[in-house]
């Protein structure tokens, strides 16, 4: 499969609840290879589990857009300049990180347990008063994260349709560059100014916590603080709310598995984990530019060249899991890179674990005979963002 011109980047599925075929069949044949991005520039991109581990874990690997290099692989990165968490170095992502560890620390969010189930519960009651169909995405999966994370952070629910329109145009690699830039530009100056108020007046939120530990005591700056929070704020609701709604069409699609979890709640959080494997929504990748010469399976990446470490190949490599393509929710799946590696493995991970789970136990108790109400040909799929997932879920029960 090395012969001829490199392939183009990303590669399109062939089925909605699996990774495109051909970097399947490269992970056997070719597991790290050239690709072609949107802009005419060439990237490495890693298939494997372990070169993929490996490289994610590394010293000499730079998650900084703005390095040269760095693979932009849709038009919005490829106009993307600025830092956020995601995409800065230590020591500066260290430093900032720290600083919002408290607020993301296992036994703080497991405070928060009561709240998410309460939000889910009432989403469900207001679902069954409702009566089918219903439009699982807008009825159940996105509200569960919106409300929690504008809770978490501090921001009014009721401005959740701006930010949550500005953060799926930046996502998109349908929109131009103008139009995503304006996205961002409009996002960032509603966070300054909510940013602004709190500096006047702290609150017992994220950004109110951050304002006067960080900001107000000059640890932080203002543009910084803005970066943090957009980060938070895409990343909090787009990747859960994507993941309840493909979650619960996985468990539709495999009635064995779901039977198993309606009998036996308590295998719900392992569950969790499998469809994070299964179904890695973050489906171009994590994005790395080298930052000195390093040996990835054998193959060299030279300094400057960049690297686009397929996550959703690598949690599908049977090497790691036994008959990969199969969803099992027996599995051991805990080790999977849905939520990346190394320093930059995403701070949410144990509140994205709880939202699912209150979101799947729920669903299973309370619409025990859930089905969808038009054929999964015909669902919309988010084919073209950063982030996988459905438009809508008609369903009926």
């Known amino acids: 499969m090395s012969q001829g011109s490199p392939p183009r980047f990303p590669m399109p599925r062939r089925t909605p609840l699996d990774p495109p075929p051909e970097l399947l069949e490269r992970m056997a044949d070719e597991p790290i290879f050239r690709a072609t991005l949107q802009n005419g520039d060439e990237a490495w991109v890693i298939t494997k589990f372990d070169a993929a581990r490996d490289f994610l874990a590394s010293s000499t690997v730079s998650a900084d857009v703005r390095k040269p290099g760095y693979p932009r692989v849709s038009e919005s990165l490829a106009t993307y300049t600025d830092g956020l968490l995601n995409h800065m170095d230590p020591p500066e992502h260290d430093d900032y990180r720290r600083m919002l560890a408290p607020e993301f620390m296992v036994k703080r969010v497991e405070r928060l347990r009561p709240d998410v189930e309460a939000i889910v519960e009432s989403l469900a009651d207001a679902m069954l008063a409702k009566g089918p169909p219903a439009d699982l995405v807008a009825d159940f999966a996105f509200p569960i994260p919106a409300r929690m994370i504008c809770a978490l952070l501090g921001v009014p629910f009721e401005d959740s349709d701006f930010f949550v329109a500005c953060a799926e145009t930046f996502l998109s690699d349908s929109v131009t560059a103008d139009q995503s830039s304006a996205a961002l530009a409009n996002l960032n100056r509603y966070i300054g100014e909510l940013i602004d108020q709190k500096a006047l007046d702290p609150t017992d939120d994220v950004l109110g916590y951050m304002c006067s530990q960080h900001l107000l005591t000059g640890a932080i700056t203002r543009d910084a603080l803005v970066m943090i929070a957009q980060m938070i704020l ?57 930052t000195a010469d390093i040996v990835v399976h054998g193959h060299l990446i030279r300094a400057g060249e960049g690297v686009i470490v397929a996550q959703n190949a690598a949690n599908r490599d049977p090497d790691e899991f036994d008959d990969p393509d199969t969803f099992a929710i027996g599995r051991s799946a805990r080790r999977h890179l849905a939520f990346g590696h190394g320093v930059h493995q995403c701070l949410g991970a144990s509140f994205a674990r709880l939202e699912m789970t209150a979101a799947f136990t729920t669903i299973l108790s309370r619409f025990p005979t859930l089905e969808l109400t038009v054929p999964m040909s015909h669902l919309r799929f988010k084919e073209h963002s950063a982030v996988y997932g459905l438009v809508d879920m008609p369903v009926k029960w």
């Open 234 to 290: 895409i990343a909090g609701f787009d990747t859960t709310a994507n993941m309840i709604a493909l979650g619960v069409l996985t468990l539709l699609q495999h009635p064995e598995q779901r039977d198993l979890l309606a009998e036996d709640p308590s295998l719900v959080p392992d569950a969790v984990d499998e469809l994070l494997r299964y179904l890695t929504i973050t489906h171009w990748g994590r994005h790395r530019t080298a």
